[in-house]
């Protein structure tokens, strides 16, 4: 080689300074906070360490140094343990009351009663509320078959409830109250491992145990809790494939001469993530939530293609040249069949009582004169007959615009504009408990809690911020979980829709909230003066939230309380 050739290529090369430096749109957005990745140990890059737990808290509390570090290590499952216990005492206390059919368990409890006796919704008679209620309590139940607008898997759940407590108030919100205490297991959870930090994951769960919409909603015997039950089990099953897959490629990375792993090309583009079994129990988790009701099926849209673009991520911080064309080869098709195809079958399978049985609405109707014109008369009568009923349901949810009391514009909900009430009575001075000369009122509002939906608010501006300016994958997954569950309600301008839609999307607030609340205290290593004062805020809030809780509880359990004191409650003339 020529010294000129070895000019040519040295002058052809950038500056070592110049190699260094990311391109011009990240250093434009610099000014917005939008961080450069470093290029340290890609392992720790792609799994984050948990931090080692500290003992001193127990050491406060007396505990020596071995059992303080103990007593840490074992925080990971004790401390959301024991805020799910709180979150069970709040919900299970007193849950027969009111023992009344409120609000639109005049549906549902009745249809998971019916599943049990028949296998499909029979007809109850027009008194059968007030029946199931009396003295003694009356089933006035007959197999006609009834029309019914959502999918059997929730009220298949309320009927286990049913069928090990009875039909009665506790019974039919039996398995509710249980799926949103256990929600609140998977919220701590779920914040310790996006988070990593116990502390933050527990004031999550902590958050959510008292909303006033998701604690109303856990003592009654409605089908949107469910929904988000199964929508939060999805998620925290693809954070444990999320970590499981970026574990694999980063064992699969080779070292430097230091010890450092660093991104490899093979690595990147070429590994196959193998199996991956957390990722169809989140297929079968989002097909329980739209087999429960419709609305699931934006978060199985809207989580198959996030952990997608989690794979994408992935492979590009493992080295991949092409992350995109990678994910498309080796993981797309794999992540449809986990996701989509195993939803799906979940689906088709909560129809069973439907399919075995011959009483079902439309069941037969593959065997009328209308069912048997047309295409697809190849497919089984069944096939056929439950697809007719999903298209009639499908016209019935989109044409839905009859006016309601409490019907509201999702414009309004994340400032509560409209409340839902399930249950109210005036009694009289010595009537159910009054014993305000004044008299008093009994009410079940579903009202989340005031402070922390407004906080929420302000929450969901920081993680958006995070996700688009600092790349913040956390971020961007709760934002996914608000808009999968918020935004597709905007599609549906003109029909019936009410307030208490939006619990499917409350964990998510409660983790924006969390995570905005971690910013406040201050990261690890700030100043003490500034993590004092961070923490002395942070405080300050929760326990507000905390203390609005308690102020509002007796409007989300229906105690009686004086009028002027429910009058004091009602902060806004939209919540009468």
């Known amino acids: 080689m020529t010294s000129d050739t070895t000019a040519t290529d040295a002058a052809a090369r950038p500056a070592p300074e110049l190699a260094d430096q990311p391109p011009v749109w990240q250093r434009r957005l610099r000014r917005f906070g939008y961080p450069v990745r470093s290029q340290g140990d890609v392992r720790a890059r792609l799994v984050p360490a948990f931090p080692e737990p500290s003992g001193r808290l127990w050491a406060v509390f007396g505990a020596g140094p071995d ?5 840490a290590r074992r925080s990971g499952w004790a401390g959301p343990l024991l805020v799910t216990l709180f979150a069970g005492v709040l919900r299970f206390w007193n849950l027969g009351s009111p023992r009344k059919v409120i609000f639109d368990e005049t549906y549902y409890p009745k249809d998971a009663w019916s599943l049990l006796q028949y296998g499909y919704e029979g007809t109850w008679a027009k008194n059968a509320n007030d029946a199931l209620v009396g003295h003694p309590p009356q089933l006035l139940l007959s197999p006609e ?12 759940l309320v009927a286990l409830g049913e069928w090990a407590f009875g039909m009665n108030p506790f019974g039919w919100r039996f398995m509710v109250a249980l799926l949103g205490t256990l929600s609140v297991l998977l919220v701590c959870r779920i914040g310790r491992r996006m988070m990593r930090s116990t502390a933050l994951g527990c004031l999550a769960g902590t958050l959510l145990a008292v909303d006033g919409l998701h604690f109303v909603m856990s003592r009654t015997a409605l089908l949107d809790l469910i929904v988000m039950f199964w929508v939060v089990a999805a998620f925290g099953a693809l954070l444990v494939d999320r970590d499981r897959t970026r574990a694999r490629l980063a064992a699969a990375l080779p070292l430097g001469p230091d010890g450092v792993a660093r991104p490899d090309e093979k690595v ?12 169809i129990v989140a297929g079968l988790c989002l097909g329980l939530s739209a087999a429960t009701k419709w609305n699931g099926l934006y978060y199985l849209a809207a989580f198959a293609l996030m952990a997608v673009l989690w794979d994408v991520a992935a ?29 799906l079958a979940t689906y088709l399978a909560s129809w069973s009582g439907w399919i075995a049985t011959k009483g079902g609405y439309y069941r037969d109707w593959a065997t009328t004169p209308d069912g048997r014109t047309g295409g697809w008369t190849w497919l089984p009568d069944w096939l056929r007959s439950l697809w007719h009923y999903q298209t009639e349901v499908y016209s019935f949810h989109t044409g839905l615009t009859t006016p309601h009391t409490y019907q509201s514009n999702p414009w309004s909900w994340l400032v509560l504009g409209r409340p839902v009430s399930y249950f109210y009575e005036d009694p009289k001075a010595g009537q159910d408990g009054c014993t305000a000369a004044e008299g008093c009122a009994r009410e079940v509002l579903a009202l989340g809690t005031p402070l922390l939906w407004w906080a929420a608010c302000f929450a969901l501006l920081y993680v958006l911020y995070r996700w688009l300016f600092k790349r913040d994958w956390r971020a961007g ?8 569950g918020y935004l597709p309600w905007f599609l549906y301008q003109e029909r019936t829709i009410f307030l208490f839609y939006a619990v ?9 909230l969390a995570m905005m609340i971690g910013a406040i205290i201050g990261p690890p290593g700030s100043a003490e003066r500034r993590r004092t004062i961070g923490a002395v805020g942070a405080g300050v809030l929760v326990l507000l939230i905390v203390w609005n809780f308690i102020y509002f509880h007796p409007l989300y359990t229906g105690m009686p309380i004086p009028k002027s004191a429910w009058h004091h409650r009602m902060w806004f003339d939209t919540w009468v």
Do not use: E, N, Q
């Open 477 to 484: 997954a709760i934002v996914c979980g608000v808009a999968a």
């Open 268 to 279: 990147g583009d070429r590994l196959r993530l193998g199996w991956r079994p957390w990722r």
């Open 504 to 512: 499917v999307f409350v964990p998510f607030l409660c983790l924006a």
């Open 145 to 156: 078959h009834s029309y019914v607008v959502h999918p059997p898997m929730g009220k298949w």
């Open 67 to 71: 059992a303080a570090a103990r007593l």
């Open 315 to 343: 492979r590009r911080t493992a080295g991949a040249r092409r992350p995109f064309r990678s994910a498309l080869r080796r993981d797309v098709l794999p992540a449809f069949g986990a996701t989509v195809v195993v939803a």
